[in-house]
């Protein structure tokens, strides 16, 4: 499924990135883990491996390292650079985030082994998906 979500993503003008490396993946688990966050779980490696990173109508997906985008002046952090901001907030213990939306949050939560929507504002859950593609397809359910 991830595979014809970002396939269509792509066609509706998303922006891509080359697809992460393994050692970009090991590397990013490693100061993840060694921060006390979780591991990139399985269904979203299955994402970098395709494609580091995403950007797409307001939708952002952080990739295993950054990327840059001169022409925006901006460069799309890295889920080890996203979650280093979320460290000392106890609402974020056991989860990973993984991207964002206008006004929400895709993260995993390690502790319900589940992919979850946050209100940005106030960490609320709004959604919870057993795997990463059932909550972006939230986002982007309008183009299938």
């Given at each position: 499924m991830?595979?014809?979500?970002?396939?269509?993503l792509e066609e509706d003008g998303a922006l891509t990135f080359a697809p992460a490396s393994d050692r970009d993946i090991?590397?990013?688990?490693?100061v993840l883990t060694t921060n006390?966050?979780?591991?990139?779980p399985s269904h979203?490696?299955?994402?970098?491996?395709?494609?580091?990173?995403?950007?797409w109508n307001g939708v952002e997906l952080y990739g295993a390292s950054?990327?840059?985008r001169p022409e925006k002046g901006y460069t799309l952090p890295s889920v080890v650079d996203i979650n280093?901001?979320?460290?000392?907030?106890?609402?974020?213990?056991g989860s990973l985030v993984l991207g964002r939306a206008s006004e929400e949050i895709f993260t995993y939560n390690s502790r319900q082994n589940n992919y979850q929507v946050l209100d940005r504002h106030d960490m609320s859950v709004t959604g919870n998906f057993p795997t990463f593609a059932e909550?972006?397809?939230?986002?982007?359910?309008?183009l299938f």
């Open positions: 991830m595979n014809r979500i970002i396939k269509t090991r590397y990013a688990t490693s006390h966050i979780p591991p990139i979203y490696v299955e994402m970098l491996r395709k494609t580091n990173g995403l950007v950054g990327n840059e280093m901001t979320f460290l000392g907030d106890e609402r974020m213990r909550a972006i397809y939230l986002f982007i359910e309008d």
